[in-house]
């Protein structure tokens, strides 16, 4: 790819649509190789618009008929759509179209899942059912009438008339084409209902295969706590008499939110004991959420074009974060994202796919839905907050919906609700929207005469495209503690907002202890001379469980980094540190769970990297292992008395408390496994009544290469499971032993079960290949070459899941000249494949340019 790629979309070259759409009705008549969409589309000069160009969006549609105002015409079929003639008056468009379900393996439009119909129109899905404008600022009411024999046959908006062979839909609130769905098959309810605030009544339903009824209950409740938390967080209402979820096998992403009828992928929404862990729980609770939340944020107002995306998701993810912390607990939350940001988004950032939340370009629109996109931008809506003040940020979001109710907008708009209800002047916080890269936050610090003064300056480092930086809008939250570990300056926000500042603290009678970046306040890498000494005292006393955290886990990644680069041995300093840490009964057992968890191999990776070696992923996975087994060691009585002590008893439930304890005894669990054997996890596994307890049994024998017996056992119980056999499949290779991860991985794809397109079980062996990251580099190349072949195989049938899976190469600048040479040939054997896919073949051009 050049910067000069005709296919190239940009963001500067926005125009407003010639024509907007008053209503739109479409007939389905469903075949699974020739379902007929006949539409109805009522047509208006756009008094914006700076031409009268009329062309709609079109893809691999078979044209039947078309007419204007009743009047038979024949469009020009140019690529991407078609084009005609149009009247500069309102007029109404009809056309008839074929389309094939049944070969629709990409999953973008309407296609086949398991015998049932279902759509997914996100970002530009609805071009395969039906010529259209398929851009978001283009905002009508939907009716749908649906023609077929399947008992169960849904669509957006509410029921109308309904009868033998067909069902019709009716969906008032104006909605882009993106947010079109349509579901028909042998499918069963879970209902319930919900009335809202204002008192009227709304029907709900899970709509399921009959085999998985039993997995809904959990979904329905989380939707229903969705719908309240709604109501009482932001004051936002649901508006249609009903609102369906489907769970669908085949499926590119979690789910989406359709208007009204949200379609999910099953992974995403089915649940029991028996077959769900507390972390599948827990995702599905925050996904459902997520979608929920969508009817006001992405429907109801919506984004102008693709470049706002983050528009809808950082504000929905942030919602959807905070519908977390508040069902569960905040603290525990707050470490799991700042986990994930950095393990993902992070990575993202400092590599060859580095973009702007806000991106000024894109090939592939279905490339951009990123960790950048969705997680970095709910971290700015969270900066947003924090800089507004919780009143301020309230105020900012009634504005925005009632001032964009019904619109289609920007970041620009989004802004300017906040500027407006508080003052706040935010073009210098914009640039996070703009501008990509982690910023690096440094730390200096000066004490003299009871004042205490804090220097930080920032730096973010060139990303693609944008060589030179500019200071951004940096929330810092800081808290001083004095050395006897008293609190001396509770938690306060310092802005840096130039390139160095310094910030004072007066009248102190001795030098404190400062606790910055308090809750992970800024999404920015902190730089600071830091002895171990201090981090284990933060570890003991610091008040705010993010720095109390991060203490800890700065202590390990010393101590790992010294061990990969100096030889070092483990740290006794530290572990008996983290001893204290986990001991304390004070603490809540998911939060120690998480102090125990160790940086990951790929974050220690990128974090060698930056001290300017290759860092060798072999020797990490030693080190890393070293200092587990050191930790089993050293504090074998402490875990042993938490695995005994805080065992759960009685029915599972999946509540936040006893996930907690679930997690934390699985993690003493798996240290102990290290020096004790296998004999605890094989009776745990035995005694298991639920998928936590279980799963987590068998990763832990497997990790220590035992459990071959609970393996077979576990596929002969499972193997009817199409979820629980994911599990199966990925657990396999992200145990493995890293000489063996690829030839895990190799043979698993021989097993009559490994059904490659469907993108779950696809994701679940190659997912965990590319996690196990001292297997996937393994020196051979194994790993590399089985990952190329695979995409290369998926690639003509499902480029979105292939583009995605690329990723997995995007590091390859970081490692040593011969695993380099290895990747690259790879990248390059992939870019040179005859009729590769746009959207692969623009991730990996990306990932090759310089
Ligand atoms: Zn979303």
Same mark, same amino acid.
């Given at each position: 790819?050049?910067?000069?790629?005709?296919?190239?979309?940009?963001?500067?070259?926005?125009?407003?649509?010639?024509?907007?759409?008053?209503?739109?009705?479409?007939?389905?008549?469903?075949?699974?190789?020739?379902?007929?969409?006949?539409? !109805?589309?009522?047509?208006?000069?756009?008094?914006?618009?700076?031409? &009268?160009?009329?062309?709609?969006?079109?893809?691999?549609?078979?044209?039947?008929?078309? =007419?204007?105002?009743?009047?038979?015409?024949?469009?020009?079929?140019?690529?991407?759509?078609?084009?005609?003639?149009?009247?500069?008056?309102?007029?109404?468009?009809?056309?008839?179209?074929?389309?094939?379900?049944?070969?629709?393996?990409?999953?973008?439009?309407? /296609?086949?899942?398991?015998?049932?119909?279902?759509?997914?129109?996100?970002?530009?899905?609805?071009? *395969?059912?039906?010529?259209?404008?398929?851009?978001?600022?283009?905002?009508?009411?939907?009716?749908?009438?649906?023609?077929?024999?399947?008992?169960?046959?849904?669509?957006?908006?509410?029921?109308?008339?309904?009868?033998?062979?067909?069902?019709?839909?009716? @969906?008032?609130?104006?909605?882009?084409?993106?947010?079109?769905?349509?579901?028909?098959?042998?499918?069963?309810?879970?209902?319930?209902?919900?009335?809202?605030?204002?008192?009227?009544?709304?029907?709900?339903?899970?709509?399921?295969?009959?085999?998985?009824?039993?997995?809904?209950?959990?979904?329905?409740?989380?939707?229903?706590?969705?719908?309240?938390?709604?109501?009482?967080?932001?004051?936002?209402?649901?508006?249609?008499?009903?609102?369906?979820?489907? $769970?669908?096998?085949?499926?590119?992403?979690?789910?989406?939110?359709?208007?009204?009828?949200?379609?999910?992928?099953?992974?995403?929404?089915?649940?029991?004991?028996?077959?769900?862990?507390?972390?599948?729980?827990?995702?599905?609770?925050?996904?459902?959420? =997520?979608?929920?939340?969508?009817?006001?944020?992405?429907?109801?107002?919506?984004?102008? @074009?693709?470049?706002?995306?983050?528009?809808?998701?950082?504000?929905?993810?942030?919602?959807?974060?905070?519908?977390?912390?508040?069902?569960?607990?905040?603290?525990?939350?707050?470490?799991?994202?700042?986990?994930?940001?950095?393990?993902?988004?992070?990575?993202?950032?400092?590599?060859?796919?580095?973009?702007?939340?806000?991106?000024? %370009?894109?090939? !592939?629109?279905?490339?951009?839905?990123?960790?950048?996109?969705?997680?970095?931008?709910?971290?700015?809506?969270?900066?947003?907050? +924090?800089?507004?003040?919780?009143?301020?940020?309230?105020?900012?979001?009634?504005?925005?919906? !009632?001032?964009?109710?019904?619109?289609?907008?920007?970041?620009?708009?989004?802004?300017?609700?906040? !500027?407006?209800?508080?003052?706040?002047?935010?073009?210098?916080?914009?640039?996070?929207?703009?501008?990509?890269?982690?910023?690096?936050?440094?730390?200096?610090?000066?004490?003299?005469?009871?004042? /205490?003064?804090?220097?930080?300056?920032?730096?973010?480092?060139?990303?693609?495209?944008?060589?030179?930086?500019?200071?951004?809008?940096?929330?810092?939250?800081?808290?001083?503690?004095?050395?006897?570990?008293?609190?001396?300056?509770?938690?306060?926000?310092?802005?840096?907002?130039?390139?160095?500042?310094?910030?004072?603290?007066?009248?102190? %009678?001795?030098?404190?202890? #400062?606790?910055?970046?308090?809750?992970?306040?800024?999404?920015?890498?902190?730089?600071?001379?830091? %002895?171990?000494?201090?981090?284990?005292?933060?570890?003991?006393?610091?008040?705010?469980?993010?720095? *109390?955290?991060?203490?800890?886990?700065?202590?390990?990644?010393?101590?790992?980094?010294?061990?990969?680069?100096?030889?070092?041995?483990?740290?006794?300093?530290?572990?008996?540190?983290?001893?204290?840490?986990?001991?304390?009964?004070?603490?809540?057992?998911?939060?120690?769970?998480?102090?125990?968890?160790?940086?990951?191999?790929?974050?220690?990776?990128?974090?060698?990297?930056?001290?300017?070696?290759?860092?060798?992923?072999? $020797?990490?996975?030693?080190?890393?292992?070293?200092? &587990?087994?050191?930790?089993?060691?050293?504090?074998?009585?402490?875990?042993?008395?938490?695995?005994?002590?805080?065992?759960?008893?009685?029915?599972?439930?999946?509540?936040? $408390?006893?996930?907690?304890?679930?997690?934390?005894?699985?993690?003493?669990?798996?240290?102990?496994?290290?020096?004790?054997?296998?004999?605890?996890?094989?009776?745990?596994?035995?005694?298991?009544?639920?998928?936590?307890?279980?799963?987590?049994?068998?990763?832990?024998?497997?990790?220590?290469?035992?459990?071959?017996?609970?393996?077979?056992?576990?596929? @002969?119980?499972?193997? =009817?499971?199409?979820?629980?056999?994911?599990?199966?499949?990925?657990?396999?290779?992200?145990?493995?032993?890293?000489?063996?991860?690829?030839?895990?991985?190799? $043979?698993?794809?021989?097993?009559?079960?490994?059904?490659?397109?469907?993108?779950?079980?696809?994701?679940?062996?190659?997912?965990?290949?590319?996690?196990?990251?001292?297997?996937? =580099?393994?020196?051979?190349?194994?790993?590399? +070459?089985?990952?190329?072949?695979?995409?290369?195989?998926?690639?003509?049938?499902? #480029?979105?899941?292939?583009? +995605?899976?690329?990723?997995?190469?995007?590091?390859?600048?970081?490692?040593?000249?011969? &695993?380099?040479?290895?990747?690259?040939?790879?990248?390059?054997?992939?870019?040179?494949?005859?009729?590769?896919?746009?959207?692969? %073949?623009?991730?990996?051009?990306?990932?090759?340019?310089?």
């Amino acid at each position: 790819m050049t910067q000069h790629d005709p296919r190239t979309v940009y963001l500067r070259d926005y125009t407003p649509p010639a024509y907007l759409v008053d209503e739109v009705r479409l007939t389905f008549r469903l075949a699974p190789h020739a379902t007929r969409v006949l539409s !109805e589309i009522r047509f208006r000069p756009n008094p914006d618009a700076t031409g &009268r160009d009329f062309f709609l969006h079109g893809e691999g549609l078979k044209l039947i008929s078309a =007419h204007i105002n009743g009047a038979q015409v024949t469009p020009e079929l140019i690529e991407g759509g078609l084009t005609l003639d149009a009247p500069d008056a309102p007029f109404t468009f009809e056309a008839e179209v074929e389309i094939d379900p049944e070969n629709n393996t990409a999953l973008e439009g309407l /296609y086949r899942s398991n015998g049932m119909y279902c759509t997914q129109c996100e970002a530009e899905g609805f071009r *395969k059912i039906t010529f259209y404008p398929d851009r978001p600022d283009v905002m009508a009411p939907f009716h749908v009438r649906i023609e077929s024999d399947l008992p169960v046959l849904l669509s957006n908006g509410n029921p109308g008339a309904s009868g033998e062979g067909f069902a019709e839909w009716s @969906d008032p609130w104006p909605k882009p084409a993106y947010l079109f769905a349509l579901v028909a098959g042998d499918l069963v309810a879970h209902s319930g209902s919900f009335t809202t605030m204002s008192g009227r009544d709304v029907a709900l339903n899970l709509w399921v295969r009959k085999a998985d009824i039993d997995k809904c209950a959990f979904g329905m409740e989380a939707l229903k706590k969705s719908m309240t938390w709604d109501e009482e967080v932001y004051g936002r209402e649901y508006d249609l008499d009903v609102f369906n979820i489907v $769970a669908v096998d085949d499926f590119n992403m979690g789910a989406m939110e359709n208007k009204g009828l949200n379609i999910f992928n099953s992974s995403a929404v089915l649940a029991s004991p028996a077959t769900a862990t507390d972390a599948d729980f827990e995702r599905i609770e925050a996904i459902i959420a =997520h979608e929920y939340f969508h009817n006001w944020t992405g429907n109801r107002v919506t984004c102008r @074009d693709w470049f706002q995306l983050c528009l809808k998701e950082g504000l929905t993810v942030f919602r959807d974060q905070q519908f977390t912390g508040d069902m569960r607990s905040h603290a525990v939350k707050r470490i799991d994202d700042a986990m994930l940001l950095r393990a993902a988004q992070f990575r993202e950032d400092n590599g060859p796919l580095a973009h702007p939340v806000r991106p000024e %370009s894109f090939v !592939e629109i279905n490339n951009f839905y990123t960790v950048t996109v969705y997680e970095k931008g709910a971290e700015i809506v969270g900066m947003l907050r +924090r800089l507004v003040g919780d009143e301020g940020y309230g105020k900012a979001l009634d504005l925005y919906f !009632e001032r964009h109710d019904g619109q289609a907008v920007t970041i620009e708009d989004w802004l300017r609700a906040f !500027e407006d209800a508080t003052g706040r002047d935010l073009s210098q916080f914009a640039r996070w929207y703009s501008q990509a890269g982690t910023p690096r936050v440094h730390v200096a610090e000066d004490w003299s005469e009871g004042r /205490y003064t804090l220097t930080l300056r920032q730096e973010t480092p060139p990303t693609p495209g944008q060589p030179d930086k500019q200071p951004v809008v940096i929330p810092v939250a800081v808290g001083l503690l004095n050395p006897n570990g008293d609190e001396v300056v509770p938690t306060q926000v310092v802005e840096l907002n130039e390139a160095e500042q310094s910030f004072a603290f007066d009248g102190l %009678s001795a030098r404190p202890v #400062p606790s910055i970046l308090r809750g992970f306040s800024a999404p920015v890498i902190l730089r600071q001379e830091q %002895s171990d000494e201090t981090r284990t005292f933060l570890l003991a006393h610091d008040t705010d469980p993010f720095n *109390k955290w991060e203490a800890g886990r700065d202590l390990a990644r010393t101590n790992l980094m010294a061990m990969i680069q100096d030889g070092t041995g483990p740290d006794a300093g530290y572990i008996d540190a983290l001893g204290r840490g986990i001991a304390d009964e004070s603490l809540d057992p998911a939060f120690r769970a998480q102090l125990l968890a160790l940086p990951g191999e790929d974050e220690l990776a990128q974090a060698i990297f930056e001290t300017g070696h290759a860092p060798d992923p072999t $020797a990490i996975h030693e080190a890393r292992e070293a200092l &587990r087994h050191a930790i089993a060691d050293r504090l074998g009585d402490v875990l042993t008395r938490l695995y005994d002590t805080h065992q759960v008893t009685g029915p599972y439930s999946p509540e936040a $408390a006893d996930a907690g304890r679930r997690s934390l005894t699985n993690a003493a669990l798996s240290l102990l496994s290290l020096t004790q054997g296998g004999d605890r996890a094989r009776a745990q596994y035995r005694a298991a009544d639920n998928m936590t307890q279980q799963i987590a049994a068998l990763g832990v024998l497997l990790r220590i290469g035992e459990g071959e017996a609970e393996l077979k056992a576990f596929e @002969d119980q499972w193997s =009817h499971e199409r979820l629980v056999m994911n599990k199966w499949f990925g657990l396999q290779v992200a145990a493995s032993a890293p000489r063996d991860a690829a030839a895990t991985a190799e $043979a698993l794809t021989a097993h009559p079960a490994f059904d490659w397109k469907n993108p779950n079980r696809f994701r679940a062996v190659f997912g965990a290949l590319s996690g196990n990251a001292a297997g996937f =580099h393994a020196p051979s190349g194994a790993g590399y +070459r089985l990952l190329a072949d695979w995409l290369l195989k998926l690639d003509p049938l499902n #480029p979105q899941t292939t583009a +995605r899976m690329t990723q997995a190469f995007s590091t390859w600048k970081r490692y040593d000249a011969d &695993r380099k040479t290895l990747i690259r040939a790879e990248l390059e054997r992939i870019a040179s494949t005859e009729g590769l896919s746009r959207d692969t %073949s623009e991730m990996i051009g990306r990932m090759l340019a310089d």
